[in-house]
């Protein structure tokens, strides 16, 4: 995994969240702090994104966006990252349990698969 970016995921900050083969492409946000890094996996719990769950059926390849002023970058400060996966959403099993007891208003978890990690800034 990038140093860089595991670095910038030591910070708050928003995180974006696209569809990107949807037609058109859905976009919701999260924060840093809620997302959990486990192997090549993003753990982030979900309440509402309804509308990137019902692009998923068709495609669920996402595109994630991270960024913080706190790190250095390619020119300067703040660093900037794409992460390009595919994401599931769960609603059981354990790391859907461990996820809910630290955000009790949870109703799903969303599971992102790392394929890719560029950095942009």
């Known amino acids: 995994m990038n140093p860089k970016f595991l670095e910038v995921l030591q910070h708050e900050g928003p995180v974006t969240i ?47 966006t991270f960024g913080s002023k706190a790190v250095e970058g390619t020119v300067g400060p703040g660093a900037g990252f794409h992460v390009h996966g595919t994401g599931e959403f769960v609603d059981h099993g354990a790391a859907f349990d461990q996820k809910q007891a630290e955000f009790p208003w949870l109703t799903r978890m969303l599971i992102v698969t790392i394929d890719d990690v560029q950095q942009k800034i």
Do not use: C, R
Request: proline share 6%; glycine share 2%.
């Open 18 to 64: 696209i569809t990107i083969n949807a037609h058109p492409a859905h976009v919701v946000n999260t924060w840093m702090s809620y997302i959990t890094l486990k192997e090549n996996q993003l753990l982030i719990p979900a309440a509402g994104m309804h509308s990137i769950e019902a692009d998923f059926p068709q495609d669920n390849h996402l595109t994630l």
